[in-house]
């Protein structure tokens, strides 16, 4: 699951969830919403009593597979973002950033979380379709920041056949 505090007011709107402009406010509301996720998946009756949020004896049913939960992702680059992911993320996924910040990005966190292992994720903006050794070169770049999984955008099934037909063999040679 990847969650963040959110940055577009309309999606606040669209499901009635309460927008605060102050970007901390939303990051507490992210954080209380994890330990309460984490809260309902792990416990048998769950009460939780927060600023945002209030149950009672709340079951939750199946709970899931992945234990003691399932992988917590969370995207954003505030500060206070980065605290979070530190504390409560299995994962964080970043968006669209060049390699040099990608690599500064997942040092800064390492110092943070210092033998904590985390997944770095980078979703990717563009790959080249047009030239595979372009595409491997960009890849690589990536990986080579310390990022674990990388998202890579396709806009077609024709892009998905030319990225296995054309890029993924030149992966096997090397």
């Known amino acids: 699951m990847c969650l963040g505090s959110g940055w577009f007011k309309r999606e606040y709107e669209a499901y009635g969830i309460p927008w605060d402009e102050d970007h901390d406010e939303r990051i507490k509301r992210e954080r209380e919403a994890i330990l309460l996720m984490k809260t309902l998946w792990a416990d048998t009756v769950t009460n939780f009593d927060g600023r945002f949020y209030k149950i009672k004896d ?59 292992h985390r997944y770095y994720a980078v979703a990717l903006e563009r790959v080249s379709t047009d030239h595979p050794d372009e595409c491997i070169t960009v890849i690589q770049e990536y990986v080579n920041t310390g990022a674990n999984l990388l998202n890579l955008p396709f806009y077609s099934i024709e892009s998905i056949t030319w990225f296995a037909n054309e890029v993924l063999p030149s992966f096997k040679k090397s």
Do not use: T, Y
């Not at 500060?79 to 504390?87: D, V």
């Open 58 to 116: 709340a079951i939750m049913e199946p709970k899931p597979l992945q234990k003691p939960h399932p992988p917590v992702w969370i995207g954003g680059r505030s500060p206070k973002s980065k605290e979070l992911i530190a504390e409560l993320a299995n994962g964080w996924l970043m968006f669209g950033r060049e390699p040099e910040e990608i690599r500064q990005n997942i040092d800064s966190m390492n110092e943070m979380i210092g033998d904590e």
